[in-house]
């Protein structure tokens, strides 16, 4: 029986020193300590022993079975300091190491000017509203006061859908869903996409940005548009801008203006900006037409207002001297990273 012991003491150390991991240190533990571990069996079987055997095997047991497990918990030890120690090795960070760029948006330059232009009629008491894009030719024409036929259509080359159902060319449409629903006073921007039929160069696109204004109350007259949109003109483009109202016609203003301001680039002395001129066209508006106010079922005897229509796009290049349009929707970042 001793050298049954003394047996399974050599196995066992050298099972443990083969053992890599923490499982198989257990199962080691089990093959020899186990309930049906070989030195358990050992000690079951001493009952058979004569009384002074029984003792000294006993002791000796007991010993052998005290040093397996000494042995497997240092193992164990050695295993887990190995384990932590790779694992402290793979986690390594080199504070040495230049950090990895990470490429942040920003905001898209009619984004910038469209939140400007918010933020200067907000701050003259507008309200900021939207509209459909998929609108009823009864808005966008009719109660602007362009009848079907009227060659008035011709110049907003027009994306339809069916008869009835087209794409906005303009923004002007929400004047009309507005007034229908609301009484005055109103005073109103409406920033949003339009849609003409037209082939894609420097100055044209299919699809544009516009900023309508509407202004609806009680003895509204041009003098109140002229300084609105006066003062729309310094906080955009500086306070040295001057602004020029010239005479023009749209069918659901009258009377009707363009308004020209001093060129932002050369200050007025010409360059490519503004075609030498100094001037640059920047917006239509008007007096709301009489027949306007009527469609929406507001008296014109007792209520006038004025109207006007910016091209965000265009406003954004004079701005920024961007001299082709296509580059707002090309989402070259190299462009984009210039704002
Ligand atoms: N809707 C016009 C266009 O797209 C722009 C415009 C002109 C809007 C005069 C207005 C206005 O509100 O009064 O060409």
Not at 182 to 198: H, T
Not at 199 to 221: C, K, N, R
Not at 270 to 299: A, N, Q, R
Request: include cysteine; glycine fraction near 8%.
């Amino acid at each position: 029986m001793r050298d049954q012991l003394l047996k399974i003491k050599k196995e066992a150390s050298e099972d443990i020193k083969k053992a890599s991991n923490a499982i198989e240190l257990d199962n080691v533990r089990v093959k020899y300590l186990g309930k049906k571990g070989s030195l358990t069996a050992i000690l079951r079987g001493m009952g058979s022993l004569d009384s002074e055997e029984r003792p000294v095997i006993g002791k000796l047991a007991n010993e052998i079975r005290s040093e397996i497990e000494e042995l497997i918990n240092e193992a164990l030890e050695s295993v887990k300091e190995r384990e932590r120690h790779e694992k402290l090795k793979s986690e390594i960070i080199d504070i040495s190491m230049p950090g990895r760029i990470k490429n942040r948006g920003a905001r898209h330059p009619l984004t910038i000017v469209l939140d400007e232009i918010k933020e200067i009629f907000t701050g003259m008491g507008f309200l900021v509203v939207e509209g459909p894009e998929v609108e009823l030719d009864y808005y966008n024409f009719e109660a602007m006061n362009i009848p079907k036929n009227h060659p008035a259509r011709d110049v907003q080359d027009t994306f339809y859908i069916n008869d009835e159902v087209l794409l906005r060319t303009q923004t002007s449409p929400m004047q009309a869903r507005y007034m229908e629903k609301n009484k005055p006073p109103i005073r109103i921007i409406v920033p949003g996409r339009v849609y003409r039929s037209d082939t894609p160069d420097a100055s044209h696109s299919p699809v544009f940005t516009q900023i309508e204004g509407l202004v609806v109350d009680d003895g509204i007259t041009m003098g109140n548009l002229k300084g609105t949109l006066d003062i729309f003109a310094r906080k955009l483009f500086g306070e040295d801008t001057k602004t020029k109202f010239r005479p023009h016609h749209f069918n659901f203003t009258e009377p009707s203006a363009e308004l020209d301001v001093s060129c932002s680039v050369c200050k007025g002395a010409g360059c490519s900006v503004c075609k030498g001129t100094g001037w640059v066209e920047i917006l239509g508006c008007g007096m709301v037409h009489p027949k306007v106010l009527e469609f929406c079922k507001i008296d014109h005897r007792k209520y006038s207002g004025f109207a006007f229509g910016v091209g965000l796009e265009r406003v954004a290049m004079i701005k920024y001297g961007i001299n082709d349009i296509r580059l707002f929707y090309e989402n070259d970042i190299r462009f984009l990273n210039q704002f």
